[in-house]
């Protein structure tokens, strides 16, 4: 009797344990620099794994430990869990989700002698608190060249059958400027190579809900959709599509070894520069930027933006293309929001005053419109690294204003 209630016990502390490790993890040696990282989930999203994998690399790299807290809700949770990183002994702490800002403000301001950073976020810029940064990338690139894929895919399919849907679809998380962006950024690159193409954008009302993004996706391939895209963070809309054997563009990694006959390409944001400078910054003691943008690497997949494997389902020459693409993105002749390339209501826009300086009403406050080398453009991520193009462009139906 004693022998098996020794054993629930060890089997209960063996489980507790393994549950906690989940959410809590230490890497390297206690000799090491601590720095934490604050993850709205666990690796299960692909939003998050990105994250994750990369602060670790980074950690390896720089020689720093890592504590990693996953599961965090956006909520002041955020703010206790920060709490107990600068506890602990942490001098660098990093939250990944949008909603994570204002609570992990709140322990920077407390903390100053420790850096805190935060992605997608819109207030560093603004708050002017010298220990609290901003950062993103321009994935808006990266989403145009998964455009040009996905365009490549549509019209190699109408080429062999006539009767295919010159529509597509996305699933989107919320009607944030972030997500509007991105899908307007990957419609216009799908519309480079096939110019009469039209998409369905539906929203889930949440970053990671795996039932909710399945349900979407297959509504949108019910719906007639040819190919469908994300900006939602679960393995939903890509196991929708390989069931359907639709063919998908992933985001922030590949899904090729789940969905084989129907993963094309994904775009991501690699991390791992950014988390290396900012370890460097704080080993050397040198500023941080308040507002950090990465950019496009020297090759499709290396970089701040990048691209993942491209499957095997991708058109004939979509490598060659990608690659021309890249490299006119990489020098400048070649920009995503060229307002010449799309119009809203019909009309040419000549000007944008976007919400830059964020607060509760969403307030335009910086013009976004520039001229350079004779190309009128709309200037994303240079006002602040998050995005602001929240314009409804011709040609993309956003479902939730159907009437």
């Known amino acids: 009797m004693k022998k098996t209630i020794k054993k629930i016990l060890l089997t209960s502390l063996l489980a507790t344990t393994g549950a906690l490790a989940l959410a809590s993890c230490d890497f390297g040696g206690s000799d090491k620099i601590k720095v934490g990282l604050i ?25 720093m430990q890592a504590i990693i807290r996953t599961g965090v809700p956006e909520s002041e949770k955020v703010t206790e869990t ?28 407390n903390n100053p002698e420790v850096q805190f950073s935060h992605a997608t976020g819109t207030t560093a810029h603004t708050e ?75 929203f889930t009302s949440s970053w ?32 929708a ?60 997949y290396t970089g701040s933006v990048c691209l993942a494997e491209l499957g095997k389902n991708v058109a004939a020459g979509t490598e060659t293309k990608l690659n021309e693409v890249h490299k006119q993105l990489k020098e400048g002749t070649l920009k995503v929001f060229d307002c010449s390339k799309f119009t809203v209501g019909g009309k040419t826009v000549t000007t944008f005053m976007a919400d830059v300086d964020s607060d509760d009403k969403y307030t335009p406050d910086h013009e976004a419109v520039k001229t350079e080398n004779g190309v009128t453009f709309i200037d994303e991520s240079t006002l602040r690294s998050a995005p602001y193009f929240t314009l409804d462009i011709d040609g993309i139906n956003r479902l939730d204003k159907k009437n």
């Not at 993850?39 to 020689?63: M, P, R, V, W």
């Not at 990671?208 to 959709?225: F, H, R, S, V, W």
């Not at 390989?242 to 991390?271: L, Q």
């Open 208 to 239: 990671y809900d795996e039932t909710a993004e399945k349900n979407a996706a297959n509504a949108l391939i019910e719906g007639g959709c040819s190919i469908i895209s994300q900006h939602a963070d679960s393995m939903g809309a890509p196991s």
């Open 241 to 300: 599509c390989e069931k359907a054997k639709v063919p998908n563009i992933s985001y922030n990694g590949s899904t090729k070894n789940a969905c084989p006959d129907t993963y094309m390409v994904s775009s991501r944001i690699n991390w791992q520069p950014y988390f290396e400078y900012c370890f460097k910054a704080v080993k050397e003691g040198t500023e941080i930027a308040t507002d950090w943008t990465g950019g496009l690497g020297d090759t499709l």
């Open 39 to 63: 993850a709205l989930h666990d690796e299960n999203s692909t939003y998050d794994k990105n994250f994750i994998d990369a602060f670790k690399a980074a950690c390896d790299a720089q020689g």
């Open 82 to 109: 920060a709490d107990d990183l600068v506890d602990q002994g942490c001098k660098f702490v990093f939250a990944d989700s949008f909603g994570h800002e204002a609570h992990l403000l709140k322990t920077a301001k």
């Open 128 to 202: 002017k608190v010298s220990n609290f940064h901003n950062a993103f990338a321009s994935i808006y690139e990266g989403r145009y060249l998964a455009g040009v894929a996905a365009g490549l895919k549509l019209q190699e399919m109408i080429s062999k059958d006539a009767t295919t849907s010159h529509k597509i679809g996305y699933v989107g998380a919320y009607p944030y400027a972030e997500v509007v962006s991105g899908y307007t950024s990957y419609f216009l690159g799908v519309r480079s190579i096939v110019s009469y193409v039209t998409m369905d954008v539906t």
